[in-house]
Each structure stands twice: as C-alpha cells, then as structure tokens.
C-alpha cells in the first residue's frame, strides 16, 4: 500500500481542524473545550520548531560558510541574494498597488460598518500595541536597523527568535573566521558543527511527524477564536483583493522558477507544500525556517552552501506577501476614509514599505506594525492611525496566513535561483527520521 505523503496528512489535518472549529462554535462551551484541550497541541508543536530554529540557523550556515573554502563565493551568493530579494519586494508592493487601484475595495465600506468596526477595535489591546511598537521603531534612527544586527552578547541573541539578524550576524562572522584559520585548525569545530546540523535536522523529521496534528489544532483554534462573522463579510471585497495579489505572486514565482531554473512549477509547489501548509498554520516564517530548509535543500536539492544563508536572512528581510498587503492595505484605509493618496504618496508607499520590511520580526501581526509606519509615511492623520488599523484588524490574522505562505515560497524560490546561478541546484536528497533506525535498535 503506497505511503500517504506528509503535504496530503497535513491538508486532512487542516481540513478537519476547521469542520472540527466550525463545529465547536455551535457547541456550549465549545470554544473552551478547544482553548483548553486542543490549541495547546497546536502551541507545544510552535514551540518545538521555534526551539530548533537559532541551534538550525547557527550550525547550517556555519557549515555552509565552512564547506565554501573559497569566502569570494560567500560574496557572489550574499550579493544576490539582497538584489533578488529587494527585486520580488519592489514587485509585490507594485502588484499590490495596481490591484487596489483598479478593484478600489475600500469605495464599497459602508459609514456604518466603518463605525462598527472602529468601536469594535479601535481600543483593542492587539491595536494600541501595534501603534506603540511602530512609534518606537519610527522614532530610531536611520542606521538602527544596522546597529540592531550587531549583537553585545551572542548568547542573549540565540536565546530570542526575533533577535535571528543577530544570530545570522555572528553565525557569518564565526563561519568566515573558521574559514581563515586554515582547513586543519578549523576541522574540530567544522566537525562538531556538521554532527549539529544533521542532529537538528533528524529533530525536524521527528517533529513533523505530528504535524497533521498540530495543524488540526492550530487551525481548530483559529476558527473558534475568530470576529464577528457580519464584519468579516464586510471586508470580504478588501480581504479577496489582498488574496488574489497573493495569488498572482505565486503564480509569479513559478514563472521565475520555470524561467531561470528549468523546473517544473507544479513539482516545486509540491516539494515546498509541507513548509506552505505549515506556514498557513502558524502565520510564522520564523517557526517555519526548520521545515522550509529541509525541504529546500533534501527535497528540492539547493546546496546547503546557498540555503543555510539564503533562507534564514529571507526569513528575516524577505516579506513579499506583507509588503503586497502593506501597499493593499494603505490605499484600502485611504479609500475607505476618504483620505487623499496621490501618485507621489503611492510611490513612497513602495519605498517605505521596502524599507520596513527589513529586519522586522519573522513573528504573527508584524506586518500591521509594519502598515502603521507607511500610512505615517504619506502624511496619514496620526488621530485616524487606530481607526485605520481597526478597519482591517478583523481580517488580519487569516490574510497573515495566507501571506506568510508567500513569504516562505519566495524564499523558497530565491533560494533556487541563487543556488542556479552559482552551480549549486542538485539533485533532491531526501532523509526520512528513520534512516538510521536499524544502528539503534
């Protein structure tokens, strides 16, 4: 009987916790039944691939650095890297704009559902908290971003998941420093940092083998914990805009797969579908970076020379589906409140939004942080911040799904073409947890 592969286990898992959900908010105490008793499965499964993400980070990118021999290599590979990044971001945030243009969902909102929704939402703790950490990001300087990579204590950074510039930081210069030392001094270490990252990797099979049901839990959660169903139908024209830009930059990606790399888009979806659906799930790049690599590198067959770097820095700087819903997002609020965007506004938009996206935390509700700077960008009224944001809140978290989704494909996709570029697209190598089972036993 042929295996049932781990991306369809996940869609049944995800399937289900969403009848599973729907079903529980009919139920009396249903929604604590859940709360209680199935979203905490859903969180321990975060919390397992958060845990190994900084120990993946450091030993995959040491050995990737390590295995070049060559540190002009390591340039090449850094270089264009950040170019095709900056390239999909500018296009997503134009792609973004073009289609909030010509659909302009935000003429369709009513005053009434614009006051419901504000009194709803506008005090609301997630609200208010993001205003805070956007006016704290706004107020530092101009080089903070770049003060923030270099961390005081190596330590202090590995031990927090939105501090992984800093991890990446260290982790490059501990990697070019070995590489300096000569083959021979270097070897102990490069040794023990190999045995890592084959330890951390077996850890991602193990943990993906409940991954069907963690999604089931996620997802279950997801949709007891949701608005107000009235509300959520009101945005629906915003929310469906946001969707097909999202859309179409998958489709973009396969076309950029297809072009540059030669092969199949349908094949690439399906290799990266486990890293989609797990991204879907947990609206994090972040606690999805375990499962991206690995699929990345055994399933697809990028060089782990390319994805060790490639991917943690895209997980950090690459947010192509945020900025596309930044750019949705802004001129949706502007429509929707009558506020006047212009052409020169709508291209700072593509700007600030390029800008923002660098080093913002790879974590759940980063992008509305992200919003606020670029509505103050173009001169947004300050006392209208929380009303914009409350405008869109309710549908915030499912359309953060759906754009966490894109912005690990993109780096999934980056990955491929830099890995082209310089020679190092194989061929898949795929591990499975049990390989070394019969050593054991």
């Not at 947990?282 to 690599?293: D, G, I």
């Not at 490639?310 to 997980?315: D, M, Q, R, S, Y």
């Not at 939004?353 to 942080?369: D, F, R």
Request: proline letters at 4%; a neutral charge; aromatic letters at 8%.
């Amino acid at each position: 009987m042929r295996k049932l592969e781990l991306h369809w286990k996940i869609l049944i898992g995800m399937v289900l916790g969403i009848v599973f959900g729907f079903a529980m908010t009919q139920i009396s105490g249903g929604k604590d039944f859940v709360s209680d008793w199935i979203q905490p499965l859903g969180t321990i499964f975060v919390k397992l691939l958060k845990l190994i993400a900084i120990p993946l980070i450091l030993a995959s990118l040491i050995k990737g650095i390590s295995d070049l021999k060559d540190i002009s290599k390591f340039k090449n590979i850094g270089l264009r890297t950040i170019g095709i990044y900056m390239g999909t971001t500018v296009v997503a945030i134009v792609l973004g704009l073009l289609l909030v243009n010509i659909l302009q969902p935000g003429d369709g909102i009513s005053t009434e559902t614009i006051d419901k929704l504000t009194t709803t939402y506008a005090s609301d703790s997630g609200v208010t908290s993001k205003l805070e950490e956007a006016t704290r990001q706004k107020s530092a300087g101009p080089l903070k971003f770049l003060e923030d990579m270099v961390p005081d204590n190596a330590i202090a950074a590995m031990s927090n998941n939105r501090l992984m510039l800093q991890v990446i930081f260290f982790t490059i210069f501990m990697g070019i420093s070995l590489l300096l030392i000569g083959e021979k001094r270097a070897k102990p270490l490069k040794d023990f940092f190999d045995s890592l990252n084959d330890v951390v990797l077996k850890m991602v099979d193990l943990i993906m083998l409940v991954a069907p049901y963690a999604v089931f839990a996620l997802l279950a959660n997801v949709v007891v914990s949701s608005g107000d169903p009235e509300l959520l139908v009101a945005l629906l024209k915003y929310a469906g805009v946001v969707v097909l830009g999202l859309s179409l930059m998958i489709v973009f990606y396969c076309i950029l797969v297809k072009v540059f790399t030669g092969k199949n888009p349908l094949w690439f979806l399906k290799e990266i579908s486990p890293a989609q659906l797990l991204a879907f799930s947990t609206s994090s790049s972040a606690a999805t970076l375990p499962v991206t690599m690995e699929r990345v590198e055994e399933h697809i067959g990028v060089d782990k020379e390319v994805s060790s770097f490639v991917l943690p820095v895209g997980a950090t700087i690459n947010m192509d589906g945020t900025s596309l819903y930044q750019g949705v997002a802004a001129v949706f609020i502007a429509q929707a409140l009558a506020f006047d965007l212009p052409l020169s506004g709508q291209l700072t938009i593509i700007l600030t939004a390029l800008l923002a996206s660098i080093g913002t935390a790879a974590v759940p509700g980063a992008g509305m942080v992200m919003l606020v700077i670029v509505l103050e960008s173009v001169g947004f009224p300050a006392d209208k911040l929380a009303i914009g944001l409350a405008l869109i809140f309710a549908v915030d978290r499912p359309l953060d799904m759906f754009r966490t989704v894109v912005n690990i494909t993109g780096d999934a996709t980056v990955s491929m073409l830099v890995a082209k570029s310089v020679g190092k697209l194989g061929k898949p190598r795929v591990k499975e947890w049990d390989d070394h089972l019969d050593e054991v036993k």
